[in-house]
């Protein structure tokens, strides 16, 4: 992390970016808390369940991701040559791990923490509560590293733990289906309200890790110190004991872990390089295509590696589809709600994009042909290949959660804006950062560019409405002029 920052800050101009983008970030969240509608009290406990579960959910997807991961190793290449060459004890090694974990946990906790108060900004927070929420959520994702790491030692040991954190989670989300049944049967099985009387009910608290983030916040809330320290005692003995039963673990795995490094610090690179899907091996078949000449073939050779690698939709694309698509039916969110859920999958998918890998290569400048043209013909594909693959969600959402059509072209002419703005800013966050570029800079790169994009309906919106012109026609010309300016950026 350390060296990452190093990177950023090793010249003015991305230093200066770099604090700009923190200084927007921090006076956003600072922003969100300065205009609150409703006071943090158990009067309104249901709006405060709702924002608590925001963030409960975005650490669950969060760790689902990293439990998902096939591609594992304790540390980079340097970290484990320093390690293992130097004269450090196994003790060290794992306090190392503790130490890079902490850093991760509090990252990813405070993530957690700025989705929560941006799509709860209503809600007056204190101090202590926003403090509790973000000390939860990094206890939690603490447990899950820890545990990921010691999957790790064991499939050293015995190739058939190799996969035993998917068969964790598949344990895991069979535990909370069950609790889930239960709630369900103490209210005669009546699904429309069964998912939100669930997550509302004290029997939520029994769902391991997450079910006690809440018990923690409600509580604090009421006022109920014993079972507040209830849940911390819970998260924190949680963490302790799985962090000890790493420590204790006997087996050897120098040889093997310094193998791991190496190739992992070796597609890390790749990754960094605009390669995001080296993490993953993928399968290639045989297919037929024409190449172009000039430009066109930038085009013609990154459709053939989609044809060659069948990258339009993954495994991860699908359970992601599905969670948002069963969440929008059981608590009857709608088709819109869906729809703006699919934004955020958009956003993850393009940063998965190989586009970036190619923006780096030096071939492309080899090519006699215009800079723009060149351009174009890179981001083509993966623009076609977005138009293609949200055709499936909108089709799908409006089919089983009962929308017309005309909503759904609306939708899909939205999300295609979204999907050309999110290349063109990592597109942007490649020309800025240049060699430093990276997930955490682009990514808010992108967030901030979708905000300058908000900025003329947002002007549009404060102009009529202080001139009293407020209806559905004036909301229609400010949705089509967002759309219109995700298309221009």
Known sequence: MKGNVRNVFSKLGSALFAIFLILVYGGTFIGLLMNPDIALSVMNMNKINSVIFVGIGFTALLVTMMLMQTRKSLFMEND???????????????????????????????????????????????????FLNFLAHSLVYFFFTILYYYVYLLSIKDKKYKYLSIYILGLYVVLVAAIFIYSLAQNDFILKDGVMKFLESDIFYFVPLFGWIKLILVNSIMGNTIYMLLGLFLLVGSCIGIYVLMCNYKGAFVEKAMEDAIEFTKRYKEVKAGNRS???????????????????????????????????????????????LVISMISDLGFGFFMYMIIFWLFLTTQNSEFMKEMNNYQIYLIPDKPIRKLLYLVLPYIMKNMIVILFPVIVGMILLQGNIMDAIQYYIMLAGYACLFISASVLATRLLKSRNNAIMENMIRMLICGLAAVPSIILIVVMFNLGVFNTTLILMISLLSLLMNFVI
């Open 80 to 130: 484990a040559f320093y390690l293992f060459s130097g004269p450090f004890k196994r003790k060290h090694a794992m306090q190392f791990i503790m130490s890079q974990s902490i850093v991760g946990s509090l990252l990813c906790g405070a993530v957690s923490l700025f989705m929560m108060v941006m799509l709860g900004s209503s809600l007056e927070y204190n101090v202590w509560f926003l």
């Open 278 to 324: 080296s993490m993953n091996d993928k399968k290639v078949r045989d297919v037929k295509s024409n190449f172009k000449e000039g430009a066109a073939a930038i085009y013609s050779k990154n459709l053939l590696l989609m044809k060659k690698t069948n990258s339009f939709l993954q495994i991860q694309d699908f359970i992601f589809l599905g969670v948002y």
